[in-house]
């Protein structure tokens, strides 16, 4: 084994790159680690002993693929005749998922299958999510946002912007989405935190896990019997019995812990990186057109997610030069996708003002996020509201002594801000 730099060493004979523990889902601050950025300098495409990320040694193979590149991520990503999301769990189980009995707590999981089952689940799914109805949903988003700025003032500063702002916020529109009734809420979305939570034992997530699809099962029962306009009562209503209680649970839990985690990080850190770049916040507050754009920039400058769904090669194919055999893994590195050069100029610099086609914050693909759309009000009337309430919004501790959470995603454990008279002054 030869020594390359801090954070990973290479076998040079095989290729082979054995990472820090964890380097997937660690951050610099707001960026990608040095560790990470070396290593895609060594290729876009590179072979990661699958034994340092906790991986199964699959059908004998040591290794898992690691794409870092812009254009490989999205070849790999908008391929899912060649690369599959379904989860293979023993090395005697055909690529192709013939004869597998679907695993319960995977059912209707979008992220876990391919087409057809995925296509078939995912139109059930699109018209809840198309911009006209998202947009119906404003005035309640303004209201959840305007309640907890209320909240935020009265208590008076400091406070912590992640537990106060950027979570409920995330929660209570999600909430309002899938029909979740007020009175539920704070105890639905403590569960849904626990089933979140990385840094829990695997028993102790388990039993959390149990007590989350319990309610679930509870809430499909009860709009089974009386479905209202939310999100499930719209899907019972629309596909009775062509949807499964077990679909309906899956596709429920993939539509709120992706956008649990996916909203409420994003406006933590978003907030985060604007406090450092105070000279870019007017720009959240010109026209729509710009707004969007500033807010698909943050998206791609912050890449939270740190990868999807490990893609499968279900055939030998050549990407970028190098064969992926069938039945070898891929994970794609979104941060490091949305920092290449490939993609834009100036990558690692924040300008929200860019006009950007094609990151893949969201995802790319038949997988690209179905959720875009509520991400992108949300975060776009959060921030706007954040601002006109607290024009002079700041960080109450040093940027260094934030602490970031072990998770899915990336984002602040915890995000003290003040406001009004600098005690400076």
């Not at 060594?42 to 002993?49: Q, S």
């Not at 309002?176 to 935190?193: K, S, T």
């Not at 400058?301 to 064969?323: C, E, H, K, W």
């Not at 260094?400 to 400076?424: M, N, Q, Y």
């Amino acid at each position: 084994m030869t020594d390359v730099t801090p954070g990973f060493v290479v076998d040079e004979a095989t290729q082979v790159v054995t990472p820090e523990p964890d380097f997937i889902i660690t951050r610099k601050h707001l960026e990608p680690t040095d560790s990470l950025r070396a290593l895609r300098k060594r290729g876009a495409l590179l072979k990661i002993n699958g034994h340092a990320l906790g991986s199964l040694d699959v059908d004998g193979t040591a290794y898992i693929w690691l794409a870092t590149g812009y254009d490989v991520v999205r070849r790999i990503l908008g391929d899912y005749e060649n690369f599959s999301t379904r989860r293979r769990l023993t090395a005697g189980e055909p690529i192709d998922g013939t004869g597998v009995t679907p695993v319960k707590e995977l059912v209707g999981h979008l992220m876990n299958l391919d087409p057809p089952e995925h296509t078939r689940l995912r139109r059930m799914l699109t018209p809840e999510f198309t911009l006209r109805r998202i947009r119906r949903l404003e005035p309640v988003i303004s209201e959840i946002i305007e309640d907890h700025l209320n909240l935020i003032e009265d208590a008076g500063p400091p406070a912590d912007l992640q537990s106060m702002y950027a979570e409920p916020v995330g929660g209570a529109t999600l909430c309002e989405l899938i029909g979740v009734p007020r009175d539920d809420r704070a105890e639905f979305l403590r569960r849904c935190g626990l089933h979140l939570d990385m840094s829990r034992g695997s028993k102790r997530r388990a039993a959390d896990s149990m007590a989350f699809n319990g309610y679930l099962d509870h809430l499909i029962g009860l709009q089974r019997k009386q479905p209202d306009d939310g999100f499930i009562g719209m899907l019972v209503q629309e596909h009775g019995d062509d949807v499964t209680d077990d679909e309906l649970r899956g596709m429920i839990t993939v539509v709120l812990l992706a956008g649990l985690d996916n909203i409420s990080g994003m406006l933590g850190l978003g907030v985060l990186a604007l406090l450092e770049h105070p000279e870019q916040i007017p720009v959240i507050f010109e026209d729509r057109a710009v707004t969007d754009r500033a807010v698909d920039e943050l998206t791609r400058y912050l890449s939270i997610t740190f990868q999807p769904t490990p893609r499968m090669a279900l055939n030998d194919v050549v990407v970028d030069g190098q064969t992926i055999k069938a039945g070898e893994i891929v994970v794609c590195s979104l941060p490091m996708a949305n920092r290449d050069e490939a993609l834009i100029p100036d990558p690692d610099v924040l300008d929200l003002r860019r006009q950007i086609a094609g990151h893949v914050g969201f995802g790319h693909g038949v997988h690209h996020c179905l959720g875009s759309s509520i991400s992108r009000v949300v975060l776009r009337l959060a921030y706007q509201a954040l601002w006109r309430r607290f024009p002079d919004l700041r960080l109450a501790v040093p940027a260094e002594d934030i602490v970031f959470r072990k998770a899915i995603t990336h984002g602040a454990k915890r995000l003290p801000v003040t406001w009004g008279p600098s005690a400076a002054t």
